[in-house]
T-cell receptor, first 115, second 109 residues
Framework: GAVVSQHPSWVICKSGTSVKIECRSLDFQATTMFWYRQFPKQSLMLMATSNEGSKATYEQGVEKDKFLINHASLTLSTLTVTSAHPEDSSFYIC???????????FGPGTRLTVL | QKEVEQDPGPLSVPEGAIVSLNCTYSNSAFQYFMWYRQYSRKGPELLMYTYSSGNKEDGRFTAQVDKSSKYISLFIRDSQPSDSATYLCAMNSASKIIFGSGTRLSIRP
């Protein structure tokens, strides 16, 4: 399967600041990447689909101006949480879909804590 | 009603026991069914992937799909403490994956 990395693995920031999270596909090119959010003891909720060379597709209820996604290259997608607030504290996970079937390969996640 | 229902647990069993994890779903259009394992503070990793009704075995793990009942299961034989994790069922819908809420499993030594 694909190897997916995320950076940073954890971040603590003050309320009102912006935080950028990187997702990298290390061993193959990905025109699409997915961003999920997972609150404690809850399942993964899809936030948006990142598309290389075009705008991201956001799920209903996800503010596109707050969660900025940039798919800069075929191996890198970034999620920027702008003007973060404590309620944005969560575990953010990206994934890369397999080329030939419906599998997705997940990154290790980024734990964001907003004070 | 959620598209995918999964008992959150926690489920605690002794080492060596057979574990049964289950999910039900409501959308008959789901075609691919997956089980992911997620250790604390880590991303999910794919355990099993099935397409059709029936059983699929991989080592100590068996995935079972019953499309007529909209019910999927994951069985773990000879459970080990290292199997302690959260197990998420997942299934596809229009190129997106819908996850269950996850079942927290603890294997007691």
């Amino acid at each position: 399967g694909a190897v997916v990395s995320q950076h940073p693995s954890w971040v603590i920031c003050k309320s009102g600041t912006s935080v950028k999270i990187e997702c990298r596909s290390l061993d193959f090119q990905a025109t699409t990447m997915f961003w999920y959010r997972q609150f404690p003891k809850q399942s993964l909720m899809l936030m948006a689909t990142s598309n290389e060379g075009s705008k991201a597709t956001y799920e209903q209820g996800v503010e596109k101006d707050k969660f900025l996604i940039n798919h800069a290259s075929l191996t890198l997608s970034t999620l920027t949480v702008t003007s973060a607030h404590p309620e944005d504290s969560s575990f953010y996970i990206c994934s890369v879909p397999a080329a030939t079937n419906n599998e997705q390969f997940f990154g290790p996640g980024t734990r964001l804590t907003v004070l | 009603q959620k598209e995918v229902e999964q008992d959150p647990g926690p489920l605690s069993v002794p080492e060596g026991a057979i574990v049964s994890l289950n999910c039900t779903y409501s959308n008959s259009a789901f075609q691919y069914f997956m089980w992911y394992r997620q250790y604390s503070r880590k991303g999910p990793e794919l355990l099993m992937y099935t397409y059709s009704s029936g059983n699929k075995e991989d080592g100590r793990f068996t995935a079972q799909v019953d499309k007529s009942s909209k019910y999927i299961s994951l069985f773990i034989r000879d459970s080990q403490p290292s199997d302690s994790a959260t197990y998420l069922c997942a299934m596809n819908s229009a190129s997106k994956i819908i996850f269950g809420s996850g079942t927290r499993l603890s294997i007691r030594p």
